[in-house]
């Protein structure tokens, strides 16, 4: 931005006497006097720089701003159990693959991850190792209900294979709800579900997961084979409240993102 000083000067003539006048009010060993017009045209130029830089900051500010709106600046990322694509809601897919983790009648690990489905491989040895941790596709295991579950999941989903995808949301913060199959106020809907885990009874350690309520499989990998297992997570009464909760009342999740 160019301004012409000679035409500013008169406008600005009056600003620089009051800086000036409270300059010398407020310091009383230093003096400054303007000789001339150069003199004025000189403070008016140091002014006119510092208007510009105020100005080109508060740009930037607004510029941040308009970006936060319309939420280009941070993200989430957030896995989704059962399925192999991301709701359409400003959400976008980054992959997708199979469910896995360690199988559920050993020691080791406890995660459910989703393992992805295009693997590109590095340094490898394909020979049978004693001593070396195997990772496993998870299924749903559904054996204590009728119909597979399907009273859940609207089909029956016993044994069959899950896929996973992670998403990544244009919104700053994903939270997994156990409890609800709705957002709190001011939340976006990622995805709802049930609540999943391994069983205590079996020697892998396990953690949660929020099932999609609408499962995808494929039709002929319904075969009970070994592996990380998925059963729906149920309340227990006692230390846990109910109400609210219900004795052995199957629990809701809901995946929320703001």
């Not at 830089?53 to 989704?80: F, M, P, W």
């Not at 976008?92 to 020691?107: Q, R």
């Not at 990998?221 to 109400?243: H, S």
């Amino acid at each position: 931005m160019h301004i012409n000083t000679m035409t500013l000067m008169t406008t600005h003539r009056a600003i620089v006497w009051l800086l000036l006048l409270r300059l010398s009010c407020c310091t009383m060993d230093r003096r400054l006097v303007l000789h001339s017009d150069v003199d004025m045209a000189a403070a008016i130029q140091t002014l006119t720089a510092r208007i510009e830089q105020l100005v080109a900051k508060d740009n930037q500010h607004e510029s941040e701003i308009q970006a936060l709106k319309a939420g280009s600046v941070g993200a989430s990322i957030y896995t989704r159990w059962g399925r192999t694509t991301c709701p359409k809601n400003g959400t976008e897919l980054v992959y997708n693959g199979f469910t896995a983790g360690n199988t559920y009648d050993k020691n080791g690990a406890a995660d459910y991850i989703c393992l992805s489905g295009d693997p590109i491989w590095g340094v490898y040895s394909d020979s049978p190792r004693t001593y070396s941790p195997y990772i496993y596709g998870a299924e749903y295991d559904m054996n204590w209900y009728s119909a597979g579950a399907s009273q859940f999941f609207g089909s029956n989903i016993l044994d069959h294979d899950a896929p996973c995808a992670v998403c990544r949301s244009s919104r700053q913060t994903t939270v997994m709800i156990p409890g609800r199959n709705q957002c709190y106020p001011g939340w976006t809907m990622e995805y709802a579900g049930y609540l999943v885990s391994g069983l205590s009874e079996h020697a892998s350690p396990t953690n949660y997961a929020c099932l999609d309520t609408k499962p995808e499989f494929e039709f002929e990998d319904a075969e009970n084979k070994i592996g990380k297992l998925m059963y729906l997570v149920v309340a227990a009464c006692g230390t846990l409240k109910c109400p609210p909760y219900v004795q052995s009342r199957e629990i809701t999740c809901a995946v929320c993102s703001k």
